[in-house]
């Protein structure tokens, strides 16, 4: 069982938005504005898509943004497009002790 | 360019031992906390290990706690997993991945290395 919990699927047509919560406690995700979200694929290497709650790092597209309230933090991806279709992670600072959590990935099927 | 690339990853018999390889270029290896995250076949990612950039902290997964030991070289810029006890359920993508500090959220990823457990 993962410490932070997305949803296991989303899907959306061409053009929609989708949005993948993650949610947490106050000891992390609500406690801090460290979360950041992850693009991946499986047996490759995660790509960093969202960084502090809302950051972009450069060359991820502005579609791509994050929010957070309370202790539930959100990607949300406008204008979906194919080459969207991928797992998505969010990971968040959990205090000095346990460093990082991470959620259980959710499935992005684009239809 | 940023780059961090893992080696020692092989097929392993249960019970047995295994030490990971992590070479980081580009950056200044000892400002950087390191991680350690695995995903095994069809799951999800799961942190195993980490360590700050001095090496003084360290936090283990319970799941590998007690079997595996993080470390790392800053004159040399790499990280190590030392495994050992291996069990099945370790079979993985292990990736190692860097933060600019312990606790933030890795940034940069390697490419992983496969470890598998099996008779």
């Known amino acids: 069982q993962s410490a932070l919990t997305q949803p296991r699927s989303v899907s959306g047509s061409p053009g929609q938005s989708v949005t993948i919560s993650c949610t947490g406690t106050s000891s992390d995700v609500g406690g801090y504005n460290y979360v950041s979200w992850y693009q991946g694929h499986p047996g490759k290497a995660p790509k960093l898509m969202i960084f502090d709650v809302t950051r972009r790092p450069s060359g991820v597209p502005d579609r791509f943004s994050g929010s957070k309230s309370g202790n539930t933090a959100s990607l949300t991806i406008s204008g979906l497009q194919a080459e969207d279709e991928a797992d998505y992670y969010c990971c968040s600072y959990a205090g000095s002790y346990t460093f990082v959590v991470f959620g259980g990935g959710t499935k992005l099927t684009v239809l | 360019e940023v780059q961090l690339v893992e080696s020692g990853g092989v097929l392993v018999q249960p019970g047995g031992s295994l030490r990971l390889s992590c070479a980081a270029s580009?950056?200044?290896?000892?400002?950087?906390?390191m991680h350690w995250v695995r995903q095994a076949p069809g799951k999800g990612l799961e942190y195993v290990s980490g360590?700050?950039?001095?090496?003084?902290?360290?936090y283990y997964a319970n799941s590998v706690r007690g079997r595996f030991t993080i470390s790392r070289d800053n004159s040399e810029n790499t990280l190590f997993l030392q495994m050992g006890s291996l069990r099945p359920e370790d079979t993985a993508v292990y990736f190692c991945?860097?933060?600019?500090?312990?606790?933030?959220?890795?940034?940069?990823w390697g490419k992983g290395t496969t470890v598998t457990v099996s008779s």
């Open positions: 580009g950056f200044t290896f000892s400002t950087y906390g």
């Open positions: 991945a860097r933060s600019p500090w312990a606790g933030h959220p890795p940034d940069v």
């Open positions: 360590i700050n950039n001095n090496g003084g902290y360290t």
